[in-house]
């Protein structure tokens, strides 16, 4: 989705001088040294290719199999190499589509036009982002290949379904020798300059991507490093049978990112895939169906053979942060290798926001794993967690150690440890023009559209790690289905506010011109708030029985929901107060009812499970 996308690169110029400095001498291969790989070779003579692999599936049904274009930097090198893979279906940039205008719904909606979309890439072997500059130099091949239905690529794309997985896949087995490749004439191509090792990487789609691909268990898929990615679409456009969106992109949808992404040639090949997108998303019951099960990758994490290195902001409100905390649990129970990474920013790169440590982590992690050189990096802490702007923890596991479920109840004087006002009913009217920003801001006034529980003071600092549960006994009588809760700290803090560019820069590798290995530094900025909304989740009450399913509510009826918030690590601060605060619709991501439902919600059994230590 143009939601989705990755976080691009600001490419700048630097001096021949400054070229000189950075240049490295050109060996006739590289050999790895005990510690780790060297930056041995000439980068400026790496060989640049590109090759057309074929895939087993025909999603354009044009009777031929798809092919994917696959653009290749490598060293100049008699030794074998492996492989370091970004698939993306944004490297041919994005059409103008706009969202659904459905958001309103029972009101007349106005269309809104999606933001523009970027020039199609001009054909060229260059390669945006550092992975390159930092890693041919050290013996690694770089490999970008375009989605189905994007740049050069065959096929349609369909935001994460079976035929995009299956194309990415074929690439990983071209590297085995498993798949044919072609050039630009048609002749037979063979990657017999690789070691076969892959390792995927990608932030956003491009991190998407790898957790599909590992997920159907191919050979020589070694590691994947996914960052900000998504583990399920469905939770990504949908939650607890409602229809939601990502933060920013109200109205998006799987079919409209499939068409921004549709940069291929005759794209209008697509127009029936389209259609079939837009009718089995089904955005009028938001049912969990076949359809997202074909784009839900937890669903085959039994089969993951690739080590996992997982990152994600812990304010990323595009790809949410449930998407990292159901996978990282899932490969946990699968005993996966892994590491995790949580950073402070949003929808962000870590090299953006902790760029010497990043490479340093990623060189010994992609060396450890495909180059098969004991780098010690899966000897260090599992986890690495920035509670707090530029403020980072470590620990062996995540959720850390000592972080026990903690059960709240919402009662007459707030958030207790235990239940207190037993069927005591209170009430809040829905009001959709309303942000949850503004509705959750004053935890001190009374508010009749939203009902606020507040903890006491807390006594000592208390980290909340993993994946709130609140389970609300209520009734509704109106228009929306759909409970939200919002998860606030509140107490006076400097809190993340966004990141910026820098007009110095750091050049991470040797470069050519147009792409010299020079980026902007990135840092935070901060603001003081009183408060801060940590967490948040949505039900729609019609699928409060299970998500596949809608069953209507009665009006005035008592019924109990259970749903979860998104996963999150956030340190409450001594003397803050925890709070709770109920409202119906969100406006920023739920669909939009008419005004004036009521909720009614009885205390002392209504509660939230926070997993929380200190």
Same mark, same amino acid.
């Given at each position: 989705?143009?939601?989705?996308? @990755?976080?691009?690169?600001?490419?700048?110029?630097?001096?021949?001088?400054?070229?000189?400095?950075?240049?490295?001498?050109?060996?006739?291969?590289?050999?790895?040294?005990?510690?780790?790989?060297?930056?041995?070779?000439?980068?400026?003579?790496?060989?640049?290719?590109?090759v057309?692999?074929?895939?087993?599936?025909?999603?354009?049904?044009d009777?031929?199999?798809?092919?994917?274009?696959?653009?290749?930097i490598?060293?100049?090198?008699d030794?074998?190499?492996?492989?370091?893979?970004?698939?993306?279906?944004?490297?041919a940039? &994005?059409?103008?589509?706009?969202? $659904?205008?459905?958001?309103?719904?029972?009101?007349?909606?106005?269309?809104?036009?999606?933001e523009?979309?970027?020039?199609?890439?001009?054909?060229?072997?260059?390669?945006?982002g550092?992975?390159?500059n930092?890693?041919?130099?050290?013996?690694?091949?770089?490999?970008?290949?375009?989605? &189905?239905? @994007?740049?050069?690529?065959?096929?349609?794309?369909?935001?994460?379904?079976?035929?995009?997985?299956?194309?990415?896949?074929?690439?990983?087995?071209?590297?085995?020798?498993?798949?044919?490749?072609?050039?630009?004439?048609?002749?037979?191509?063979?990657?017999?300059?690789?070691?076969?090792?892959?390792g995927?990487?990608?932030?956003?789609?491009?991190?998407?991507?790898?957790n599909?691909?590992?997920?159907?268990?191919?050979?020589?898929?070694?590691t994947?490093?996914?960052?900000a990615?998504?583990?399920?679409?469905?939770?990504?456009?949908?939650?607890?049978?409602?229809?939601?969106?990502?933060?920013?992109?109200?109205?998006?949808?799987?079919?409209?990112?499939?068409k921004?992404?549709?940069?291929?040639?005759?794209?209008?090949?697509?127009? *029936?895939?389209m259609?079939?997108?837009?009718?089995?998303?089904?955005?009028?019951?938001?049912?969990?169906?076949?359809? %997202?099960?074909?784009?839900?990758?937890?669903?085959?994490v039994d089969?993951v053979?690739a @080590?996992?290195?997982?990152?994600?902001?812990?304010?990323?409100?595009?790809?949410?942060?449930?998407?990292?905390?159901?996978?990282?649990?899932?490969?946990a129970?699968?005993?996966?290798?892994?590491?995790?990474?949580?950073?402070?920013?949003?929808?962000?790169?870590?090299?953006?926001?902790?760029?010497?440590?990043?490479?340093?982590?990623?060189?010994r992690?992609?060396?450890? %794993?495909?180059?098969?050189?004991d780098?010690?990096?899966?000897?260090?802490?599992?986890?690495?967690?920035?509670?707090?702007?530029?403020?980072?923890?470590?620990?062996?596991?995540?959720?850390?150690?000592?972080?026990?479920?903690?059960?709240?109840?919402?009662?007459?004087? *707030?958030l207790?440890?235990?239940? @207190?006002?037993?069927g005591v009913?209170q009430?809040?009217?829905?009001d959709?023009a309303?942000?949850?920003?503004?509705?959750?801001?004053?935890?001190?006034?009374?508010?009749?559209?939203?009902?606020?529980?507040?903890?006491?003071?807390?006594?000592?600092?208390?980290?909340?790690?993993?994946?709130?549960?609140?389970?609300?006994?209520?009734?509704?009588d109106g228009?929306?289905?759909y409970?939200?809760?919002?998860?606030?700290?509140?107490?006076?803090?400097?809190?993340?506010?966004?990141?910026?560019s820098?007009?110095?820069?750091?050049?991470?590798?040797?470069?050519?011109?147009?792409?010299?290995?020079?980026?902007?530094?990135?840092?935070y900025?901060?603001?003081?708030?009183?408060?801060?909304?940590?967490?948040?989740?949505?039900?729609?009450?019609?699928?409060?029985?299970?998500a596949? $399913?809608?069953?209507?509510?009665?009006?005035?009826?008592?019924?109990?929901?259970?749903w979860?918030?998104?996963?999150?690590? $956030?340190?409450?601060?001594?003397?803050?107060?925890?709070?709770?605060?109920?409202?119906?619709?969100?406006?920023?991501?739920?669909l939009?009812?008419?005004a004036?439902?009521?909720?009614?919600?009885?205390?002392?059994?209504?509660r939230?499970?926070?997993?929380?230590?200190?």
């Open positions: 989705m143009r939601s989705v996308r @990755s976080v691009a690169h600001t490419l700048a110029a630097i001096t021949t001088a400054a070229l000189t400095v950075l240049a490295t001498a050109a060996v006739a291969q590289a050999a790895p040294v005990a510690s780790g790989t060297e930056p041995v070779h000439d980068y400026a003579q790496a060989i640049r290719e590109q057309w692999v074929q895939t087993g599936v025909d999603s354009d049904a009777g031929r199999p798809d092919r994917v274009a696959v653009r290749i490598r060293p100049r090198t030794a074998k190499v492996p492989v370091i893979f970004q698939a993306s279906p944004y490297y940039g &994005l059409n103008d589509v706009p969202n $659904h205008d459905d958001i309103d719904r029972g009101a007349a909606a106005a269309r809104r036009a999606a523009p979309g970027a020039d199609r890439a001009a054909e060229s072997i260059f390669f945006a550092y992975l390159d930092y890693f041919v130099p050290r013996g690694y091949a770089v490999v970008f290949a375009d989605s &189905l239905g @994007s740049g050069g690529s065959d096929g349609c794309p369909t935001s994460g379904g079976r035929n995009e997985t299956l194309g990415m896949k074929a690439v990983v087995d071209w590297f085995n020798g498993r798949a044919p490749g072609f050039d630009a004439a048609g002749a037979p191509v063979r990657a017999d300059w690789s070691t076969g090792r892959t995927m990487i990608g932030v956003s789609y491009n991190g998407t991507l790898p599909a691909v590992a997920a159907t268990g191919v050979r020589g898929l070694e994947i490093v996914p960052i990615a998504i583990s399920s679409w469905y939770d990504y456009y949908r939650a607890n049978g409602g229809v939601v969106a990502p933060g920013g992109f109200q109205g998006e949808d799987t079919d409209v990112l499939a921004a992404v549709l940069t291929r040639a005759n794209p209008e090949v697509c127009a *029936g895939v259609a079939d997108l837009e009718r089995e998303q089904d955005r009028v019951t938001g049912d969990y169906s076949r359809y %997202w099960a074909e784009r839900d990758y937890l669903r085959d089969k053979r @080590s996992v290195l997982l990152v994600h902001g812990l304010h990323d409100d595009n790809v949410r942060t449930i998407q990292a905390g159901q996978w990282w649990d899932a490969l129970r699968r005993h996966v290798p892994r590491k995790i990474w949580l950073h402070q920013a949003g929808h962000n790169d870590p090299f953006n926001v902790r760029r010497a440590e990043w490479l340093s982590t990623l060189h992690w992609f060396d450890q %794993w495909l180059y098969k050189i780098t010690g990096v899966m000897r260090e802490p599992m986890a690495d967690v920035e509670v707090a702007p530029n403020v980072w923890r470590t620990s062996r596991t995540w959720p850390p150690s000592g972080t026990r479920p903690t059960a709240m109840f919402l009662g007459g004087s *707030g207790a440890p235990r239940p @207190s006002a037993a009913r009430s809040f009217v829905d959709p309303q942000t949850a920003g503004e509705l959750a801001d004053d935890e001190t006034s009374a508010d009749p559209n939203r009902l606020a529980y507040l903890s006491e003071p807390l006594a000592a600092e208390t980290r909340l790690s993993g994946t709130p549960r609140v389970t609300v006994r209520a009734d509704l228009a929306s289905p409970l939200t809760a919002l998860l606030v700290d509140y107490g006076v803090a400097d809190r993340y506010a966004g990141v910026r820098l007009s110095v820069q750091d050049c991470v590798g040797p470069g050519i011109p147009g792409d010299p290995g020079c980026f902007n530094r990135r840092e900025v901060t603001a003081q708030t009183s408060s801060e909304i940590v967490t948040r989740g949505w039900l729609d009450v019609r699928n409060r029985r299970s596949a $399913h809608s069953t209507p509510v009665r009006a005035g009826k008592t019924y109990t929901f259970t979860d918030l998104q996963t999150q690590d $956030h340190v409450f601060a001594a003397g803050h107060r925890i709070g709770l605060v109920l409202i119906s619709t969100d406006r920023d991501h739920t939009r009812y008419p004036g439902t009521e909720v009614g919600v009885r205390l002392g059994v209504s939230v499970v926070l997993p929380l230590s200190r």
